[in-house]
């Protein structure tokens, strides 16, 4: 018995050759110009809103180094009348900002951030962790009572803290601005961390505590390596916040110049009346060093997707 | 290596909901039960009691004779494998493999050793330095599962492994599943809700609903003797014909008269059970695979005619999935042989097999 013939287009394709010419996608096909002509309007926006932001900070470039009699008596954008003429320019100001014990002030500057850093940074993960994924009684009233301590205004704090360190006898030391800076940055550190901590997956700390991982395993094998960017987003929050603080550092270290930082020396420079104003710009710029290493070393750990391939298919 | 008991094992939420009540059952070392239900019917929670991920609210849950109700997870000697597989993203293939291994304090050459040798009997020993991200579905639960058998635990827990990966995948896993239980002899506890993964790997299957167990028994008996209508219905694709039924007497015998005009004497050997049940309502259930085409009846069976005619055929290439109305309305399914051409509107004398056929009492829903 042989095969029947098998007819034309039996598979149910389609028939092969031109087609009626009704697929309306063909009418839009688009030429790389009129591509890039549909994205301009989100390039211009974006172009425009970042020229924006950047604006003072040019300014305030420009005006860093301008001689003090020029920078009183015009706008720094007067310096592009003559883009050509150096003599405009000049490192003066940068001179008298590092000439005033600078060097000194840089130390004790890291000397209260790094601790005021760290330690804040540990004590919330683990508080975070602890108030995600272990049970005991009062954990959520704790979370909230920490992070109801954000509305406590940092003011209100100074004088019943320096009475306890004045008996405690650690007044004017760098002990007392860590703790000081430490307490500050906790509510923020621990509401942080404990969402975040507390959106990875149940199923990886399971996983864990069935492979036979304690709390403190779980912790420090799954749980720190998996929350490096938000713990690298607060350390950043902390660190600025914590370089750029004035008053704390006034109010627990005092003005004594063996321990002043960066923002206090600054302020001195300035003068008591203000006078010296312009050398702001320079000093800006000189104590805006270290944050952004800070930031660029820290920006490896600002990765999206850290949790791929664990939970999902 | 180890029996799993668990005795009148209950959990209750705080906000009062029952997840799982009174649940008993004995395992044996070396079994491989499968625990089957729908959603939310309670087999996961009482894997996770077994994993001590759940507390328990009532009843002790035994591994290996010794109670484990208030035994840490890591401290009670099993491994589980997860539906999501929560493989730990940051680390490589071989250290989420080791990682039980790393906190028993397991020397890292002898880790090596067991990752690989593990890694080839999955067949994944060229993934070890892998990430878990750059890995396919498949590949990802295989690593789970690696996981779980570097540490040789007493016994293994299985939360839907299969279900993420695709139909062709699961079913060559499913293979190799039962395999792998043949080789390593151990306890495993394995949940799922495909009842195609119950009825082939299970040595005895648990269906579980509403936090009940239903049935436990081995596959077979389970799909031709289910103790229930939800049972009968839940095991078998297509699922098992239902018609409301009354037991009458006729003739010093019995007879069963079903809606939609089914009239058949009840065979001679089932009689003495039913007696009492004369004159009471009652449901008569039928697989798909027990109605036969008048033109394809096998030797062997007790054929009784029913009238039906088709409304819907779906042909599956093996086997024609046919859905009938009887005179009243109601609807069955029907699995024929394909070489029956049936069109729909047309009307057949489909013939019952009147050996394989269930009959539950409409109250309890419990078999009679």
Redesign the interface.
């Known amino acids: 018995m042989s095969a029947p013939p098998i007819p034309p287009n039996a598979q149910g394709l389609p028939p092969k050759g031109p087609q009626k010419k009704d697929y309306v996608a063909r009418k839009k096909e688009q030429s790389p110009f009129e591509k890039f002509m549909a994205r301009a309007p989100v390039h211009f926006a974006v172009v425009a809103i970042a020229f924006l932001w950047t604006l003072p900070t040019l300014g305030l470039l420009i005006s860093s180094f301008r001689p003090p009699d020029d920078l009183i008596s015009s706008g720094w954008w007067t310096v592009f009348l003559h883009p050509l003429e150096f003599t405009q320019l000049t490192l003066s100001n940068y001179q008298a900002v590092l000439g005033a014990g600078m060097g000194q002030a840089f130390l004790n500057s890291l000397v209260i951030s790094i601790p005021a850093t760290v330690i804040p940074i540990a004590i919330a993960t683990f508080a975070a962790y602890a108030l995600t994924w272990m049970e005991f009684p009062g954990r959520q009233t704790i979370f909230i009572v920490t992070v109801g301590l954000l509305v406590v205004p940092l003011q209100m704090t100074l004088i019943p803290i320096l009475q306890a360190y004045s008996a405690l006898g650690i007044s004017g030391t760098f002990l007392a601005v860590w703790l000081a800076h430490a307490a500050y940055g906790l509510p923020l550190g621990v509401y942080l961390l404990r969402n975040y901590i507390g959106s990875l997956?149940r199923?990886?700390i399971?996983?864990?505590?069935?492979?036979?991982?304690?709390h403190l395993?779980t912790f420090t094998?799954?749980i720190v390596?998996?929350s490096m960017p938000a713990i690298a987003s607060f350390a950043v929050f902390q660190f600025l916040w914590v370089w750029n603080d004035l008053l704390v550092a006034l109010v627990y270290l005092g003005g004594s110049e063996q321990v002043a930082p960066v923002t206090l020396v600054l302020r001195n420079i300035v003068g008591d009346r203000g006078q010296d104003w312009y050398l702001l710009t320079a000093g800006a710029f000189i104590s805006m060093l270290v944050p952004m290493a800070v930031f660029f070393s820290l920006q490896r750990f600002f990765v999206r997707?850290?949790?791929?391939?664990?939970?999902?298919? | 290596m180890a029996s799993v008991v668990f005795e009148q094992v209950t959990k209750q939420y705080e906000n009062g909901y029952t997840a799982v009540k009174d649940l008993n059952i004995e395992l044996e070392d070396k079994e491989f039960l499968v625990l089957v239900g729908p959603s939310g019917c309670g087999k996961t929670t009482s894997l996770r009691m077994l994993?001590?991920?759940e507390d328990i609210s009532s009843g002790s849950i035994y591994i290996g004779g010794q109670r484990v109700n208030n035994v840490?997870?890591?401290d009670r000697d099993?491994?589980?494998v997860?539906?999501?597989?929560?493989?730990?993203?940051?680390m490589t293939v071989a250290d989420n493999m080791g990682?039980?291994l790393d906190?028993?304090g397991v020397s890292k050459r002898e880790i090596r050793k067991r990752v690989e040798e593990a890694g080839k009997q999955l067949g994944i020993e060229q993934l070890l330095d892998r990430?878990?991200?750059?890995?396919s579905?498949g590949q990802?639960q295989r690593v789970a599962l690696g996981?779980a058998i570097v540490?040789s635990p007493a016994v293994f827990?299985m939360d839907e492994p299969l279900s993420?990966?695709d139909a062709k995948l699961r079913v060559q896993a499913r293979a190799e599943l039962s395999q792998l239980h043949k080789k390593v002899g151990t306890t495993f506890v394995y949940v799922t809700h495909d009842q195609a993964e119950a009825m082939t790997m299970g040595t005895r299957i648990a269906v579980m609903n509403q936090g009940i167990l239903q049935q436990i028994d081995t596959p077979q008996n389970v799909y031709d003797h289910p103790a229930n209508i939800f049972v009968a219905g839940f095991l078998g694709s297509p699922s098992m014909n239902f018609f409301e039924a009354t037991l009458v007497k006729r003739d010093g015998t019995l007879a069963i008269e079903t809606e939609g005009g089914l009239v058949a004497p009840i065979p001679a050997e089932r009689l003495p059970h039913y007696r009492e049940f004369a004159q009471r309502p009652v449901v008569f259930g039928i697989r798909p695979e027990s109605i036969y085409h008048p033109q394809y009846v096998p030797p062997g069976i007790a054929p009784v005619g029913v009238q039906a005619t088709a409304s819907v055929v779906e042909l599956m290439g093996h086997e024609v999935i046919v859905y009938f109305t009887l005179a009243n309305g109601s609807e069955f399914l029907a699995r024929l042989d394909p070489r029956a051409k049936i069109s729909p509107g047309e009307q057949l004398e489909l013939q019952f097999d009147f050996t394989r056929f269930h009959l539950f009492d409409k109250e309890s829903e419990q078999v009679i």
């Open positions: 997956p199923d990886l399971e996983a864990a505590a069935v492979d036979g991982a304690s395993k094998k799954i390596p998996l997707g850290l949790l791929a391939g664990s939970v999902k298919g | 994993a001590g991920l840490t997870p890591k099993i491994a589980m997860f539906q999501s597989y929560a493989l730990y993203p940051h990682f039980s906190l028993k990430k878990p991200a750059q890995l579905g990802r996981r540490r827990l993420n990966l």
